[in-house]
């Protein structure tokens, strides 16, 4: 366990300077990528997500964090148009989303993981790969029937889809059916055909969640490789290692509010932050009280 | 018994225009359930759109058999956006529901005597074959051997029907074998992923209804090219014959339902040869040579059943590719 968790005490290079002003919930952004305005969304009685204003910044990591039923995969339907807010705006790359379907949201470069695993069961490991690739006119109807148009398109998505495979560990399973892969597998395929899309902002629900320790380290690597592609990533995760080693900012959402925002380390000393979420246990390291990964000691 | 004449009508069903008719259908569904996961139980309906566009087309508008046809296809394709505009938004379900309504109410306006002036009422429309028959190719003869023998129109529709069967065959192999017929493939998985990944899930899966709905109508003029239309053939049995044909050949395949079709009639007409021979026989006791009969569809319920609980895949599938328990 401890043999194959090589988190380093020092976390890696951090993208600073994003916000303008005092850090506060809501704080305005030097280069926001999508912005917020007064969404909510409730179910019967319950409020879900009440958020006044957030902006994530463009080209950074950002974490977003709280308790269980605090609102954040809701927040991520409202953003992907999977749901509809009772109120608010919202924009991504300064086009309002509002009433936009989730399918003209992700060709516009936000593409979005589930929570619970949307592997597409009975189409293969590659299939499912190749399916997030874009511009492949052999997807419409009419070229469809002429393989000619679109052969070459195909050669090129496969080697582009086998090179993320690998990295991913899953070149192996390339011609299984995606049902037979396990959960921490499919995780991977969905964060994997996500990046098929060469998306402009990744959001990911959980990725790491059922993922093994080592496997984690080189996502972890992966994700910060998208930063320096260029891209932006929006995660939500319960593991405040994750958080604290890749994210260059962190959103604390708790009963569908955004309670505090800032850089990882500060965002941790927060009071209401620790009340909301970390606990009594903040001193105590949380990889140990998970059992997930041991630091290596003198770090805390 | 009579097993000479019985294998001779079992043979002649292997290839006939019911069997090339039920083929297309069934490949029409195998296009909607198989690969794109939409439970059309209104495949009558379709077929009773290809069946009375080209007859009311000839007799009523006085169009070529050919411009009849392309009738039949139009009306089918408007028919498919009639359902699926307001149903494939939502969850699966709703459209077999929607499916197996149409289907009803659309039987019922051919059967109803208030447009009896052009769909013929209860007894539906015959003599719509001039323009066809003008047409055939094949000069008056016999052609073929044994069970196998036609007249020169018998042969000209059976030509036809082929022809129809073997492009439908082919456009759907193409279809899924290419990347199109991958996001269909997906959609039937889950459209929530798809719809992640930038597709538009509605223009497929509405895509998908129209090209089964083509194939179905297809069948529905197959149907009725040899003799004439009769508004009972187009109720809710046939869709379920159709469905039988398709998950015993295979829903998720695209020969599958083409072998389904073929061994559901070679069934049905060796089981409605044989039951009545059997009862004359005394072989069959308690029971009516008219029941004998119907009872090869209390055979083809019991038969849809064991399938579906012990070979869901059917024939050709694929046990991973297909199953009803996910
Ligand atoms: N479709 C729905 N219908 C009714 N209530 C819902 C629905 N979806 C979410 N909720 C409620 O909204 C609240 C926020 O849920 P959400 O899934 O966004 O939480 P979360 O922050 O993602 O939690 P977790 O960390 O456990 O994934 C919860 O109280 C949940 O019960
Ligand atoms: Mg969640």
Known sequence: MSSSAKIPGKPASKTTGLHIGEIRPGVSKVDPIVTIDGVSRRFGGLTAVDVEHLEIPRGAITALIGPNGAGKTTLFNLLTGFDKPDTGSWSFAG?????????????????????????????????????????????????????????????????KAMELLKRFKLDAKKDDFAASLSGGQRKLLEMARALMTDPVLVMLDEPMAGVNPALTQSLLEHVLGLKEQGMTVLFVEHDMHMVRHIADWVIVMAEGRVVAEGPAEEVMKNPAVIDAYLGSHQDTDLGTITGRITLPKGKK | MDWLAILNNTAQSLLSPATMAFALAALGLAMHFGFAGLLNFGIAGYMAIGAYGYAISVLVFGFEWWQGILVSLVASVIFSLILGIPTLRLRGDYL??????????????????????????????????????????????????????????????????????????????????????????????????????????????????????????????????????????????????????????????????????????????????????????????????????????ILVGVGLMLLVIYRPQGILGDKKELTFVK
């Not at chain 2, 508004?231 to 869709?239: C, D, E, K, N, Q």
């Not at chain 2, 007409?269 to 039951?275: D, H, I, Q």
Request: one cysteine or more; aromatic letters at 12%; proline letters at 4%.
């Open chain 1, 95 to 159: 086009k309002s989303l509002a009433g936009i379907p989730a399918f003209k949201v992700a060709q516009m470069g936000q593409v979005r993981t589930f929570q619970l695993t949307k592997a597409l069961s009975l189409l293969t490991v590659l299939e499912n790969m190749k399916l997030g690739a874009k511009d492949q006119r052999g997807e419409k109807l009419l070229y469809s029937l002429f393989s000619f148009l679109w052969k070459v398109k195909e050669v090129e998505i496969e080697a």
């Open chain 2, 96 to 297: 077999a529901i929607v499916t197996i309504a149409a289907a009803e109410i659309l039987r019922l306006l051919f059967l109803t005597t208030a447009f009896g002036d052009i769909t013929g009422g209860a007894d539906g429309l015959s003599g719509y074959h001039n323009s066809f028959r003008a047409a055939n190719p094949f000069p008056e003869a016999d052609y073929g051997f044994g069970p196998w023998t036609y007249n020169s129109v018998e042969l000209w529709v059976l030509v036809l029907g082929l022809l129809a069967l073997v492009a439908c065959v082919f456009v759907l192999l193409l279809l899924m074998k290419s990347p199109w017929g991958r996001v269909i493939k997906a959609i039937r998985e889950d459209e929530d992923a798809v719809r992640a990944l930038g597709k538009n899930v509605f223009a497929y899966k509405m895509q998908a209804l129209i090209i089964g709905g083509i194939f179905g109508s297809l069948g529905g003029v197959i149907y009725a090219l040899p003799s004439s239309i009769n508004p009972g053939v187009y109720v809710t049995s046939l869709t379920f014959f159709v469905w039988t044909a398709l998950l015993l050949g295979g829903a998720a395949t695209v020969f599958g339902p083409v072998l389904g079709a073929v061994l559901f009639w070679v069934l049905q007409s060796f089981l409605s040869n044989v039951l009545p021979e059997l009862v004359t026989s005394g072989v069959l006791p308690f029971i009516s040579s008219i029941q004998a009969s119907t009872i090869r569809f």
